[in-house]
T-cell receptor, first 114, second 115 residues
Framework: AQKITQTQPGMFVQEKEAVTLDCTYD???????LFWYKQPSSGEMIFLIY??????QNATEGRYSLNFQKARKSANLVISASQLGDSAMYFC???????????FGTGTQLKVEL | EPEVTQTPSHQVTQMGQEVILRCVPI?????FYWYRQILGQKVEFLVS????????KSEIFDDQFSVERPDGSNFTLKIRSTKLEDSAMYFC?????????????FGPGTRLTVL
């Protein structure tokens, strides 16, 4: 069975600083995808970034990058140059080969401070 | 940019009543999903739907739940007889494919409150 672990229930970061949100996963499938979603206080789920298990390079999307360490089964999200609008809940999720569902972690609440 | 839409944004109902939550997936997507998030908890998979039938469902998705694609654009989740513990945010999502590489795009959610 798949499992996603996010050990940081809450994080604080100062505006313009970088922050790393941790995510570890467990699966027996050799092919899987890892996703990060942002959930602002308004409640919607916004897709941020994706990393495939066979991707050789770490994914990047603007200020978001994914620090993928396959041997350690970790897929940490790095947000550079934090902005006040980055304050939100962040969820790591995984989907395995041929799988229909996303399995989510418990989330990390990020607060960006002035 | 195409997006998933959901109606209503908030639904209040009495215990035992039927509710129908509506979703319009992204138009060229073929795979549809419902998830729920009880307040303060993680997002949980309910059901996936492809080619007019359920492809996978979770233990949460019991006989009280059903899904339907009544026409070419809408995708609905029906809860037959709501319970207090059904109070949650319900998210619809859609994707083009069903591989591990394909992104599921979520709607804004419907907050269901059962009194």
């Amino acid at each position: 069975a798949q499992k996603i672990t996010q050990t940081q229930p809450g994080m604080f970061v100062q505006e313009k600083e970088a922050v790393t949100l941790d995510c570890t996963y467990d699966t027996s499938d050799p092919s899987y995808g890892l996703f990060w979603y942002k959930q602002p206080s308004s409640g919607e789920m916004i897709f941020l970034i994706y990393q495939g298990s066979y991707d050789q390079q770490n994914a990047t999307e603007g200020r978001y990058s994914l620090n993928f360490q396959k041997a350690r089964k970790s897929a940490n999200l790095v947000i550079s140059a934090s902005q006040l609008g980055d304050s939100a809940m962040y969820f790591c999720a995984m989907r395995d080969w041929g799988g229909n569902k996303l399995t989510f972690g418990t989330g990390t609440q990020l607060k960006v401070e002035l | 940019e195409p997006e998933v839409t959901q109606t209503p944004s908030h639904q209040v109902t009495q215990m035992g009543q039927e509710v129908i939550l509506r979703c319009v997936p992204i138009s060229n997507h073929l795979y549809f999903y419902w998830y729920r998030q009880i307040l303060g908890q993680k997002v949980e998979f309910l059901v996936s739907f492809y080619n007019n039938e359920i492809s996978e469902k979770s233990e949460i998705f019991d006989d009280q739940f059903s899904v339907e694609r009544p026409d070419g654009s809408n995708f609905t989740l029906k809860i037959r007889s709501t319970k207090l513990e059904d109070s949650a945010m319900y998210f619809c999502a859609s994707s083009e494919e069903v591989t591990s590489t394909d992104t599921q795009y979520f709607g804004p959610g419907t907050r269901l409150t059962v009194l």
